[in-house]
């Protein structure tokens, strides 16, 4: 066997996220590859949440199995959810005191079902609510791993709280290892190919690193989910590097604040989603008019309005693209791995202090919250590249009373001075200015400013602006963000049957790579463009920047749930 | 020495002859050059409004920012680089009415600037609109039958949001005006000038005349205690604060001072960086 989906749930407060913590910690270690998801349903009676581990003893993996091999259920609803999405030959255990047995018709005939007394075993070292240590017992008992590891880990997790609590947890874990040892239960081992060291985290994690690295020494935020985790995290390591990471009353003030501490030379940012990217429109206009460099990531959810506030959308793009009044620079980065959201940070401080403009981080809810295996951050990657700076001795050369901040060049991007440089004040104002930065309602300065704005950010590149894999003659599949692990495997499943199949996943959503696009397209005889929002944003994008409507075929999802391969597979045999 | 040549623009400010900003303008000018601080070390934010014009006429490093987000703006910058000396400028409507949350908010953080808000009881350059500050009553173009409302009391908003420098000025009185702008500058904290400063196009109201005849002297106000919070909240009932002076000062910590060990000392404004291995382990530590 080369991989494994473990699939465990309850209510909240259960102690799943536990479980998933020390599993995914110690298959790490071992070197095996992982993705991991946590669900909150909040269409279900006491607040069930479940957290689905695949685990890959080679290959990286960029999303969720579609079928669960192993199922721990603690409460009703994660039989509900999951009894048609398991995999043949199955291992099921659920606890009697919360689950039902006579509820279970219409589980798979091949499934081995088994009634452990998580609740019962736990009771027995003290307290209930080591359930979830039971069922890390009986997975490392099950899987058939070595149980020194999974201890270590406990005592690790627990250590602070003293030994007694140690010994319970470690107890609880043994009555579950101990449990079905004796039934004599066991799935096939997995053992991983290698052993390197690896970091698994997620896409909220992976920004913070990559901002830290990338020479971000200023926050602001306020809590939003998915984006929370972003604030919370910064604010705990910011200090450790010299940075400061403020939580503002709101979100007109935390992107104000960012724009303010970037106007003083420090790089800044701020994070948000949905309703926090409606109210920061103004100042994303300010940033583009005045051109200071701003980083905003948008952890896209759920929408309009309150939306679906713990679901997955990509319904933002079209506010990242417009929104704001008038016409501003802008670019809209857009990572599709958890490893790409580390490094896009770097590149994102880079352009936005290159370009003098706003930089959209079009991340997703469930690239931000799931967690992924991941290289070592490779520091070398971060070169923090500063933009036309000038310097103190070039000031003093020139020895002008106001610096000409938004001067003309062939590049149309200015020399930028920073407060405390002699010679280099300058007036920086959302109203038309001229060179200076003084107002002017002159029309042929206007005109001149307005593409000087709008037309430094052609060059832009990302270098991969657009991931391509596979030669995509029949079927081409395009999408962003962190559908891009359903629409790789869809592509690998169409090769497997003799298809053509091939991916173009944006990662630069703006200005938009068309060109490239074009090209793609063009030799496709199928083009299908995969999102989470009802209208097709990414598609329609497409349609203004490529020339052959017809062949775009959009699929789309709005109901809060996400892409798997076969949605893919299904949609492109029913357009046949 | 900064001079006061360094400080002046060569740009004639677009407001009306006689409009009050006029003086807020020279009196930010002449104490900056009293401080002998220098324009490169000065950051001047402000609003939108006629008044937010004003950042404009100085030279500095200066910024127009949003109608209602200036002092958003300017933590932002202090933050960044405590060295410079920040000041934030706005209207009534700007900062007590579109930005009165950020007002509340920037007092109780303490972040250490100035704040002054011309306040002419009204929108000036929206052309006459009734301003939170504008009285019951007073009949304005979008309160042709007066004003339905009760108007802010910015003082008593400031001093239950915690600002620990609160003083109130007029513009037709330049010297305790610079004398508090001074003070305010001088002041470690969030330093809150609110000025009298009359609109003569829009405010038929409140003019420089009224403002002459009913306005006290808090400075020469015998046995008044600034340091003393609750003699300050009954001194702006007592007088429906109609007062200039210093009203409030308080010391205490502020924001940067108040943050985890290490914030701020390394905001890298100007340098490049690197992680280090050491820096590195330490960051990935809790993912690996
Ligand atoms: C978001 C937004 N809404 C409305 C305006 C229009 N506007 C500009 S200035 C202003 C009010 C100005 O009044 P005040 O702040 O008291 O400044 P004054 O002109 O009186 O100095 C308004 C409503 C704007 N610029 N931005
Ligand atoms: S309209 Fe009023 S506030 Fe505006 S410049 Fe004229 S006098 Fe000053
Ligand atoms: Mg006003």
Redesign the pocket.
Same mark, same amino acid.
């Given at each position: 066997m080369e991989e494994l989906t473990i699939v465990i749930g309850g209510e909240q407060g259960e102690g799943i996220e536990s479980v998933g913590e020390i599993l995914t910690k110690v298959l790490s270690q071992k070197g095996f590859n992982l993705y991991g998801f946590r669900n909150f349903s909040s269409r279900i009676k006491g607040g069930h949440s479940d957290f689905n581990l695949r685990v890959s003893s080679g290959r990286e993996i960029y999303v969720n199995a579609e079928r669960a091999n192993l199922l721990i259920a603690f409460d009703q609803a994660t039989i509900d959810l999951y009894k048609d999405q398991m995999a043949a030959n199955s291992i099921i255990l659920y606890d009697s005191k919360s689950v039902n047995p006579n509820n279970f018709a219409d589980l798979p005939e091949d499934a081995l079902i088994i009634e452990a007394p998580f609740q019962q075993l736990a009771l027995e070292c003290g307290n209930s609510i080591m359930k979830n240590m039971v069922a890390i017992g009986m997975i490392c008992g099950l899987n058939q791993h070595s149980p020194m590891e999974f201890k270590d880990v406990i005592k690790d997790r627990f250590s602070k709280k003293g030994i007694k609590i140690v010994e319970m947890n470690i107890e609880a874990f043994e009555k579950g290892h101990d449990f079905v040892k004796e039934k004599g239960l066991y799935s096939i081992p997995l053992v991983p190919v290698t052993d390197s060291r690896k970091m698994f985290l997620s896409g909220n994690e992976a920004m913070v690193i990559g901002a830290v690295a990338a020479g971000c020494r200023f926050m602001a935020g306020y809590p939003i989910t998915p984006a929370s985790e972003i604030l919370e995290n910064l604010i705990k390591i910011m200090p450790e590097y010299g940075g400061i990471v403020v939580q503002a009353e709101d979100e007109l003030c935390s992107v104000a604040m960012a724009i303010g501490a970037s106007f003083a030379g420090t790089r800044a940012m701020t994070a948000t989603s949905g309703p926090g990217v409606s109210l920061m429109q103004?100042a994303v206009g300010l940033s583009g008019a005045v051109e200071i460099p701003l980083v905003i990531i948008d952890t896209q959810r759920g929408g309009p309005s309150s939306g679906l506030a713990t679901k997955m959308e990509q319904s933002d793009l079209t506010a990242m693209l417009g929104g704001t009044h008038g016409e501003i620079p802008r670019i809209i980065i857009s990572p599709s791995t958890i490893q790409e959201a580390m490094y896009d940070m770097g590149t994102a401080f880079n352009l936005a202090e290159q370009y003098q403009c706003p930089v959209f981080i079009a991340a997703d809810l469930v690239l931000a919250t799931s967690k992924q295996s991941t290289e070592i951050l490779d520091t070398r990657k971060f070169e923090m590249d500063r933009g036309k700076r000038v310097t103190d001795e070039d000031l003093l050369l020139q020895e002008a009373k106001v610096f000409d901040r938004f001067a003309f060049t062939e590049d149309y991007i200015s020399p930028r001075t920073i407060p405390g440089q002699k010679y280099g004040t300058h007036h920086a104002t959302g109203i038309e200015h001229g060179e200076t930065g003084h107002p002017t309602e002159d029309p042929i300065n206007r005109k001149k400013m307005m593409i000087k704005r709008m037309e430094k950010i052609n060059s832009v590149t990302i270098g991969e602006d657009i991931k391509v894999e596979g030669v995509a003659e029949d079927i081409l599949i395009i999408g962003f963000g962190s559908t891009y692990g359903a629409i790789k495997e869809a592509c690998e499943q169409f090769q497997a049957s003799g298809i053509k199949a091939g991916l173009a996943h944006l990662r630069l959503l703006h200005p938009f790579p068309a060109k490239q696009l074009e090209r793609l397209v063009s030799m496709a005889r199928q083009v299908i463009v995969v999102e989470n929002n009802y209208s097709g944003q990414l598609a329609n994008v497409i349609k203004q920047h490529v020339q052959d409507h017809a062949k775009i075929q959009k699929l789309t999802k709005f109901d809060g749930t996400l892409f798997k391969p076969s949605d893919i597979l299904t949609f492109s045999k029913e357009l046949v | 020495m900064a001079t006061l040549k360094d400080y002046r623009m060569d740009i004639k400010p677009n407001w009306c002859p006689g409009c009050g900003?006029f003086s807020v303008l020279a009196a930010i000018q002449k104490v900056a050059v009293n401080l002998n601080i220098e324009a490169e070390d000065m950051a001047f934010i402000s %609003? =939108? +409004?006629?008044? !937010?014009r004003i950042s404009g006429y100085v030279n500095a490093y200066t910024m127009h920012t *949003?109608? !209602?987000r200036a002092l958003a703006t300017a933590q932002g910058v202090k933050l960044a680089n405590p060295d410079l000396h920040v000041i934030c400028a %706005? +209207?009534? !409507?700007? @900062?007590f %009415?579109?930005g009165l949350n950020h007002f509340a908010h920037a007092a109780r953080r303490n972040v250490d600037l100035t704040y002054i808000v *011309?306040d002419?009881q =009204?929108? @000036?350059?929206?052309k006459g609109?009734m301003?939170p500050t504008s009285p019951q009553g007073m009949e304005t173009k979008s309160s042709p039958g007066g004003n339905p409302e009760q108007p802010i009391n910015p003082l008593q908003m400031a001093l239950a949001s915690g600002s620990s420098f609160i003083a109130q000025a007029f513009s037709g009185d330049v010297k305790q005006l610079m004398s508090l702008i001074e003070q305010g500058m001088q002041h470690k904290g969030f330093a809150f000038i609110n000025v009298f400063s009359p609109?003569v196009t829009f405010n038929k109201v409140l003019t420089y005349e009224y403002f002459k005849k009913n306005l006290v002297n808090l400075d020469e106000k015998e046995g008044y205690d600034p340091s003393n919070r609750a003699m300050a909240f009954n001194m702006v009932e007592e007088t429906g604060s109609m007062f200039t002076g210093l009203l409030y000062k308080q010391e205490r910590k502020t924001l940067t001072e108040s943050l985890p060990k290490g914030s701020g000392t390394n905001m890298l404004t100007r340098d490049t960086f690197i992680l280090d291995d050491i820096m590195k382990e330490k960051l990935i530590s809790r993912y690996v």
């Open positions: 103004e | 900003d %609003g =939108i +409004g006629c008044s !937010g *949003m109608h !209602g %706005g +209207g009534d !409507g700007d @900062g %009415g579109i *011309m002419n =009204i929108y @000036g350059l929206t609109q301003s609109c």
